[in-house]
């Protein structure tokens, strides 16, 4: 679980308790686990806001809502507090949050963004070009977005079809469809016009 040294704790207390609301902690979260826009966050956290399946941890001096999903990613994840003469400065270390540890057992979302930045992105990076998950609806369709030399290129259909889609849906069966929520009209970047 998330180490909260001491002085991490007392700062932490310390600003809950300025907060209006009573019995505050804070949540810790990871953005896009497991990729390489992986950023640790924390944030205030009422009892009544904190997710369902938040795994709640009681520290010393404060309680924590550790999200669940984020949790595989906060494996030896450090919150520390260091003073200096600007006051000080609370940094986060998570070592695994950029790491894809994904399994069959893992969300989709996770196992989506795995094949995206492990398989799809290198070969999409020698045309400057990304693509990045937005969501999965319906339980079975990734929604898409293009970005650097792949939005506004002439070929983002073939690239959609003849290689994310299909590399997403040979690797996730449990997939049904790609969908591309790009807009395509921005053409500065794009790779062929």
Same mark, same amino acid.
């Given at each position: 679980?998330?180490?909260?040294?001491?002085?991490?704790?007392?700062?932490?207390? $310390?600003?809950?308790?300025?907060?209006?609301?009573?019995?505050?902690?804070?949540?810790?979260?990871?953005?896009?686990?497991?990729?390489?826009?992986?950023?640790?966050?924390?944030?205030?956290?009422?009892?009544?806001?904190?997710?369902?399946?938040?795994?709640?941890?009681?520290?010393?001096?404060?309680?924590?809502?550790?999200?669940?999903?984020?949790?595989?990613?906060?494996?030896?994840?450090?919150?520390?507090?260091?003073?200096?003469?600007?006051? $000080?400065? &609370?940094? *986060?270390?998570?070592?695994?949050?950029?790491?894809?540890?994904?399994?069959?057992?893992?969300?989709?979302?996770?196992?989506?963004?795995? *094949? &995206?930045?492990?398989?799809?992105?290198?070969?999409?990076?020698?045309?400057? $070009?990304?693509?990045?998950?937005?969501?999965?609806?319906?339980?079975?369709?990734?929604?898409?977005?293009?970005?650097?030399?792949?939005?506004?290129?002439?070929?983002?259909?073939?690239?959609?079809?003849?290689?994310?889609?299909?590399?997403?849906?040979?690797?996730?069966?449990?997939?049904?469809?790609?969908?591309?929520?790009?807009?395509?009209?921005?053409?500065?970047?794009?790779?062929?016009?």
């Amino acid at each position: 679980m998330v180490e909260i040294t001491a002085s991490a704790q007392t700062y932490l207390a $310390g600003l809950l308790a300025k907060q209006e609301a009573s019995d505050i902690g804070v949540r810790i979260f990871i953005t896009e686990p497991g990729t390489p826009m992986a950023e640790t966050c924390i944030a205030y956290c009422r009892p009544d806001e904190a997710q369902e399946e938040d795994i709640r941890v009681e520290y010393e001096s404060i309680t924590a809502f550790i999200d669940a999903r984020s949790e595989p990613f906060l494996e030896e994840a450090l919150v520390d507090f260091a003073e200096d003469r600007m006051g $000080g400065q &609370l940094t *986060i270390k998570a070592p695994n949050a950029k790491l894809p540890k994904v399994s069959a057992d893992s969300p989709l979302e996770d196992q989506v963004n795995y *094949i &995206l930045h492990s398989q799809v992105n290198p070969s999409l990076a020698s045309h400057g $070009g990304m693509v990045s998950l937005v969501e999965v609806v319906e339980e079975s369709i990734a929604v898409l977005q293009f970005g650097g030399g792949c939005q506004g290129c002439g070929m983002v259909d073939v690239t959609l079809k003849n290689g994310v889609e299909k590399t997403l849906l040979d690797a996730l069966p449990q997939l049904t469809s790609v969908r591309d929520v790009t807009d395509h009209t921005v053409t500065e970047n794009a790779y062929f016009s």
